[in-house]
T-cell receptor, first 112, second 115 residues
């Protein structure tokens, strides 16, 4: 089955800096890669996703890149703000009704 | 976006009792729902996939007789933790897949504490 590795497990940055979280996946058949943000005790929220037919997607301060050959994808957050502090999960699936396999999560702490 | 409601958000029960958690898709029909367990500071662990009108598919290591899942309608799936023990204390989250886009929406989660 699919295996998703996520790094780093914790990331501390100063407000205004950029943050990058990286994930690798094992199943070359995976074609859907969402990223979720989970604040403490709350539900995960989809923040951005990418499908395998594109290499990069951007939404304001958030961007995701995908390298299918290397089987890795990354989340980039620019101009970080304290409210960006949360746990971020990457995931991979084969799309459609396939189950998502989650990474272990990255706790991002943005200090003012 | 679509809304998934999970109830109760918090439940405390005595060891040996059973607890039912509901997961509802409020504005869309979900043929597929998922149940996860999350330990503090850890990732979401998929427990089972719930398909409307059929038996749930459980992940390896998850006891189906312990965690009963029922998906009786296109908008409701329930997870019953039977004969709960303190080690079952955890944060349980459901998600529902929106049929057109395939996007996953999560419930608010249910924090179970077994005394």
């Amino acid at each position: 089955g699919e295996n998703v590795e996520q790094h780093p497990s914790t990331l501390s940055v100063q407000e205004g800096d950029s943050a990058v979280i990286k994930c690798t996946y094992s199943d070359s058949a995976s074609n859907y890669f969402p990223w979720y943000k989970q604040e403490l005790g709350k539900r995960p929220q989809l923040i951005i996703d990418i499908r395998s037919n594109v290499g990069e997607k951007k939404d304001q301060r958030i961007a995701v890149t995908l390298n299918k050959t290397a089987k890795h994808f990354s989340l980039h957050i620019t101009e970080t703000q304290p409210e960006d502090s949360a746990v971020y999960f990457c995931a991979a699936s084969m799309g459609g009704y396939s189950t998502l396999t989650f990474g272990k999560g990255t706790m991002l702490l943005v200090s003012p | 976006g679509a809304v998934v409601s999970q109830h109760p958000s918090r439940v405390i029960c005595k060891s040996g009792t059973s607890v039912k958690i509901e997961c509802r898709s409020l504005d869309f029909q979900a043929t597929t729902m998922f149940w996860y367990r999350q330990f503090p500071k850890q990732s979401l662990m998929l427990m089972a996939t719930s398909n409307e009108g059929s038996k749930a598919t459980y992940e390896q290591g998850v006891e189906k007789d312990k965690f009963l899942i029922n998906h009786a309608s296109l908008t409701l799936s329930t997870l019953t933790v039977t004969s709960a023990h303190p080690e079952d204390s955890s944060f349980y989250i459901c998600s529902a897949m929106e049929g057109v886009t395939g996007e996953l929406f999560f419930g608010e989660g249910s924090r179970l504490t077994v005394l």
